[in-house]
């Protein structure tokens, strides 16, 4: 797996992704070809947390222990459920990846205080040891692990509830009790694909650019298009230096799918007229402003699109600003949490659903929660 070599100043600053790091599916920033907002924090600590009122003790046990790379125990409360949180949160690549989903973790265990959290540091090396050492301290659902490899390696030894954060490969060992739930992009494309049809568009251009995520927005909208269309996507790639077969080919459909970077997006959104619809997924909604996109109609996360919504505002905001996908990672912690405990407590073979900060979630095909997601327009709030 490509390590990051993340940067570690005082302050908030940047970590790019190379282009060879996001054409790795392993990890779910890689995966979404995202920048990293490095934490003021080390490697492993968790972000501070926007409270306007006096937060609860942390439901979380805080004591460490090196040795054994886990917090150090305390009898569980009687009654009370027991989370164990297996992340990679020492490793130099993933740290702070797995801070920043941690973070979303223990808000939410502070503000809901119905379980107990249990935290281990894990790498594909010892995640299976310290997975058992947990389960055999009390721990009565897992969230975790982060890298497909270590899930790879964790399947075949899982015995409770375990949600792994990131898709599972299909070489992985079937497991009835592992979980996944993931931000992967081609979730987000086959359902833009859906809304396309749902709004009554028949004949889409689909702009694909050169980058691996690109190739993968538009593989993954092409194949839904024609599944629920039985008919194919015209599709066509991105090309700065001459737009005019674009321009024209824009001008023959009905609508537009970017399967665009941010910046690619904008380019070619300027230069179309305004009466051709365009449609995008989370990846153009970067935060601030961005007027070169107005009018986009895109999907993305209730924590964003739908700040009344009764679970946003239940759960803080990270207090130091993240970038809006390294957010997505806190967002999935908050919802991992909540879905923890609903497995801990269901009989097995449950239908288990949660109107999450992430998306309206259900348990669908291999044990993998899919993620249904709010529309809204860029330049403004409105939802559709």
Do not use: C
């Not at 060992?173 to 694909?193: D, F, H």
């Not at 889409?204 to 298009?225: H, M, N, T």
């Not at 599944?227 to 537009?256: C, H, I, S, W, Y």
Request: charge should be neutral; proline fraction near 9%; aromatic fraction near 4%.
């Amino acid at each position: 797996m490509q390590r990051l070599t993340p940067l570690l100043l005082v302050g908030v600053l940047l970590t790019w992704l190379t282009p060879v790091v996001a054409q790795t599916p392993d990890y779910i920033i890689q995966s979404n070809g995202a920048p990293m907002r490095a934490l003021v924090q080390p490697p492993g600590q968790t972000p501070r947390l926007a409270t306007p009122t006096p937060t609860p003790t942390p439901a979380a046990v805080r004591a460490d222990a090196p040795a054994s790379g886990a917090l150090a125990a305390k009898p569980p409360t009687r009654g009370k459920i027991r989370i164990g949180v297996i992340l990679p949160t020492e490793s130099s690549a993933l740290g702070e990846a797995a801070a920043v989903v941690r973070s979303g973790v223990e808000a939410a265990a502070q503000v809901d205080q119905s379980a107990e959290l249990y935290s281990v540091d894990a790498t594909g090396d010892n995640v299976v040891e310290r997975y058992r050492a947990a389960v055999a301290d009390g721990v009565n659902v897992v969230i975790g692990p982060l890298s497909r490899e270590s899930i790879a390696k964790l399947a075949p030894s899982v015995t409770v509830p375990t949600i792994a954060l990131n898709s599972i490969d299909r070489q992985a060992a079937a497991n009835p009790k592992l979980y996944s739930l993931s931000l992967i992009v081609e979730g987000e494309a086959r359902q833009l694909a859906r809304l396309m049809r749902d709004d009554g568009r028949a004949n889409p251009l689909l702009v694909v650019g050169g980058d691996a995520l690109s190739q993968r927005l538009g593989k993954a909208f092409a194949d839904e298009w024609r599944a629920v269309t039985g008919k194919p996507a015209r599709q066509m790639a991105f090309d700065a230096n001459d737009m005019t077969p674009l321009l024209q080919a824009a001008g023959e459909a009905d609508a537009v799918a970017l399967a665009l970077d941010v910046a690619q997006a904008a380019k070619l959104k300027s230069a179309l007229t305004p009466d051709v619809p365009v449609y995008g997924t989370s990846q153009l909604n970067v935060g601030g402003v961005q007027p070169e996109l107005a009018g986009v109609r895109f999907i993305d996360m209730p924590w964003f699109l739908m700040p009344a919504h009764p679970a946003v505002q239940r759960y803080p905001h990270p207090a130091v600003p993240l970038t809006r996908q390294t957010e997505r990672l806190y967002a999935l912690g908050i919802d991992a949490y909540r879905l923890a405990v609903q497995l801990a407590v269901s009989r097995p073979g449950a239908a288990v659903r949660l109107d999450g900060v992430t998306g309206d979630l259900r348990l669908g095909r291999d044990r993998a929660f899919e993620r249904q997601l709010p529309a809204g327009v860029m330049g403004g709030n409105a939802l559709q």
